[in-house]
């Protein structure tokens, strides 16, 4: 059964830091490009940042700079380090393949206060 489980969201001030994790059961990530992706209540879910298998990664212009994908293909886990974050980050995070999608997971919840 594909499973996708993220975790690691929570409560920060402005300018602080969470690092994400997904881990994935079910199919193997390694030959897979992944990403994450947010979503505000009332908003298409859009792309954060995404990694392919050979490590080449891109970030939404609004992020640059504040955060890092990486992956763990032994683990099959994808990461997700956040830096110096704003109210404006405030949403649910969800990994998922970059092109090949699969089943969405619950998400984790992000919540940055000013």
């Known amino acids: 059964q594909i499973q996708l489980v993220e975790s690691g969201g929570g409560l920060v001030q402005a300018g602080g830091s969470l690092k994400l994790s997904c881990v994935v059961s079910?199919?193997?990530?390694?030959?897979?490009?992944m990403a994450w992706y947010r979503q505000v209540p009332g908003k298409e879910r859009e792309l954060v940042a995404a990694?392919?298998?050979?490590?080449?990664?891109e970030y939404t212009d609004s992020m640059k700079g504040r955060v890092a994908i990486s992956r763990d293909n032994d683990k099959n886990t994808v990461f997700l380090q956040m830096n110096n974050l704003t109210p404006e980050d405030t949403a649910v995070y969800y990994c998922?393949?970059?092109?090949?999608?699969?089943?969405w997971g619950q998400g984790t919840q992000v919540t940055v206060s000013s």
């Open positions: 990694i392919t298998r050979y490590q080449t990664t």
């Open positions: 079910g199919f193997s990530i390694q030959q897979y490009q």
């Open positions: 998922n393949g970059r092109i090949t999608k699969v089943p």
